[in-house]
């Protein structure tokens, strides 16, 4: 019989096949081979002559121009992260040694460095540790970020961009870590694993950002029963992207709705809402999003984004019903 | 202590009188989109580190990193189109504060303070886990080290026992605060004791005390004897912090070419020391040879 695997283990089984390779790499991070083994994520981790494991102290900082320095001398290197906020203290290196190697570092020479980072989406645990923004950190840096949602993105993701020439983070959502992530399919995938077309629609575009695939989902499954079809898309924060998917899809349409659960200010739906292509189309746009604006937002809150069907089902139909 | 060949000694002035021809074109305004840190000061760090890297050794600078650049490329002309805003064989233009050339062991040059330890030690980490025994020469100073990553790295490094040599270059002077002004004073040979790192004590004055002192570097690390070292070299900058500081006791626009291959006033220089230690006549001789150049 088939096992059911759970988010968080099919993640670490993943992460656990793509460094079985040939290809020498470094693993590493605090807890990795201790303890609850971040979580869970480095529980199937052993050491091999080719896979070298490290617990390493509190120093996440260095960390990052750990693995940078591994880059440039052509190693591979994947640092695992407990808590997104932690790599906030590694921002210097993100930003500026990453800019030095792009632009100075003829790419023959570059290995691989990869940060899995836990975003602590589980619930309220005070104003700290609860930064939920990776998209903010593709555009401090001009990186490519990716948010693990569903088995297909897991299995892509982890396999394509785990070990590969260059620097990116792929970011976890503790909240999903015990749910069984539901077998959906994609209809269709870009070559960057960028943008993930799951399902097939004419009334209405949506697009995921974030970890809000299942919300654009359930929302998608709402519409059907409704009578009204829809392009479910999850955007990976990737600078750059070509969103022509997106696009064609939206001019089919003419109505795009835009979930972030982020609570980021600005957001990477902005940046296609404003796009030339996306505004000569003129669609009619809605966005479900947390902006983080209001100090009160760091107070109690429920982690999850309640959407109004309802509103949503007047701004599909064009406010037609009661 | 074995004194220093007629081409030590050249490749030592070149290194003083390369900075100088520099001083010379910032003054006449020829980089101006490049803020050149001169170092004046430590040509004997720059070439004794120069002197024991071996083929696959690796060095990481900072900033202020054209003493080690001459020293290693020896192309001067290599290094110039670069302010002038060409790539030459680079992908692209690096400027002044980011110059490093890998095909002669410079892997990374970092305009953020301390940013390049971390940058190090990720190096020497992908040597120690490919089981090569090169060794990793890091720059710094005495402003970086009061950032956290100098102290994460020192600890990172140990815990691993790679084979990395962090160089503090102890101007006593961050910008223009002396320790003094800015901090407490920190006693490293204590701190190394306490971590059980190795501490070495630089003259950087003194041209063959330096360099003895690297050679018993490099013959500890490759030899396995030590992991890291630290090395803290007492240097003097004769310019300032970058650029022309009207009013300055170290304006480089005081430094002239036309006063020889010294600088005026200064107390401590390497270049003195070295013509006391090879002697007047000798150092004359070999700087005939190389003051065509001016």
């Known amino acids: 019989m088939k096992k059911n695997f759970s988010y968080i283990e099919k993640i670490s089984n993943y992460l656990d ?3 079985q390779g040939d290809e020498p790499v470094f693993i590493y991070g ?48 994947v640092l695992y992260v407990k808590q997104l906020d932690f790599v906030l203290l590694g921002l210097d290196q993100i930003c500026n040694t990453y800019n030095y190697i792009r632009a100075y570092v003829d790419p023959k020479f570059w290995g691989s460095f990869t940060i899995v980072a836990i975003v602590c989406d589980q619930g309220y645990q005070g104003a700290q540790s609860s930064f939920n923004n990776p998209g903010d950190l593709s555009s401090l840096a001009g990186i490519p970020v990716y948010c693990l949602n569903s088995g297909v993105d897991i299995a892509k993701v982890i396999q394509s961009q785990l070990i590969k020439p260059g620097f990116r983070i792929i970011c976890i959502s503790q909240n999903n870590f015990k749910y069984i992530i539901p077998e959906v399919s994609t ?21 995921s950002y974030n970890f809000s ?16 079809g829809s392009d479910v898309f999850h955007v ?24 972030d659960s982020s609570r980021g200010i600005i957001k990477f739906g902005d940046e296609l809402l404003s796009s030339q292509e996306i505004r000569s189309l003129q ?15 760091l107070q109690e809150v429920s982690e999850n984004m309640v959407i109004d069907n309802l509103m949503v089902l007047r701004f599909v139909l064009g406010s037609t019903i009661e | 202590m074995a004194a220093l060949s007629d081409d030590q000694c050249k490749r030592l002035m070149e290194i003083r009188l390369n900075q100088h021809r520099l001083n010379e074109m910032l003054k006449r305004g020829n980089f101006k989109h490049f803020p050149i840190h001169l170092a004046f000061g430590h040509e004997a760090l720059a070439f004794a580190v120069s002197e024991v890297m071996g083929q696959e050794d690796v060095l990481c600078l900072t900033h202020r990193n054209i003493a080690y650049n001459i020293s290693r490329v020896g192309d001067f002309e290599r290094i110039l189109c670069h302010f002038a805003g060409n790539s030459g064989d680079s992908p692209a233009p690096m400027g002044s504060m980011n110059l490093a050339f890998r095909d002669v062991g410079i892997y990374y040059s970092s305009s953020i303070l301390g940013n390049n330890l971390a940058v190090a030690a990720g190096i020497a980490m992908n040597r120690k886990n490919s089981k090569t025994g090169d060794a990793v020469f890091v720059v710094t100073g005495d ?23 962090i160089l503090i270059e102890n101007n006593n002077n961050s910008m223009s605060s002396s320790i003094e002004q800015r901090r407490c004073p920190i006693d490293f040979r204590k701190i190394c004791s306490s971590m059980d790192i190795v501490y070495k004590s630089i003259d950087g004055s003194k041209i063959l005390d330096t360099l003895g002192v690297f050679k018993e570097i490099k013959k500890e690390i490759v030899s ?28 480089s626009r005081n430094i002239s070419i036309s006063d020889g291959i010294f600088i005026n006033g200064t107390k401590v220089d390497p270049l003195h020391n070295l013509r006391e230690e090879i002697g007047v006549t000798r150092f004359d001789n070999i700087y005939k040879q190389i003051a065509y150049k001016i």
């Open chain 1, 213 to 228: 695939l299942n919300k654009a989902i359930e929302l998608s499954e709402y519409l059907d029963l409704q009578g009204l």
């Open chain 1, 30 to 77: 605090e807890n990795i081979d201790n303890g609850s083994r971040i979580s869970g994520l480095a529980s199937n981790l052993i050491g091999t002559s080719t896979r070298i494991i490290q617990n390493v102290g509190n120093c996440e900082l260095t960390h990052c121009g750990i693995g940078f320095g591994i880059m440039i001398d052509g190693g591979n290197a």
């Open chain 2, 143 to 165: 402003g970086a080290l009061e950032e956290g990553v100098f102290w994460e790295t020192l600890i990172f490094a140990k815990s691993q026992n790679l084979k990395l040599v």
């Open chain 1, 283 to 297: 669609p009619d746009a809605l966005m479900l999003t947390r902006r983080g604006r209001n100090n009160s937002e």
């Open chain 1, 187 to 207: 209809i269709y995938t870009d070559s960057d694993n960028g943008i993930f077309k799951y399902r097939d629609g004419g009334n209405v575009t949506i697009v």
């Open chain 1, 17 to 19: 096949i793509a460094t």
């Open chain 2, 224 to 251: 396995g004897t030590s992991s890291v070292i630290l090395a803290e070299a007492y240097i003097e900058t004769y310019c300032n912090h970058a650029g022309a500081t009207p009013g300055w006791d170290t304006d």
């Open chain 1, 236 to 259: 990976n924060f990737i600078p750059n992207l070509d969103m022509g998917a997106i696009i064609e899809s939206t001019k089919k349409t003419q109505k795009l709705i835009i979930i």
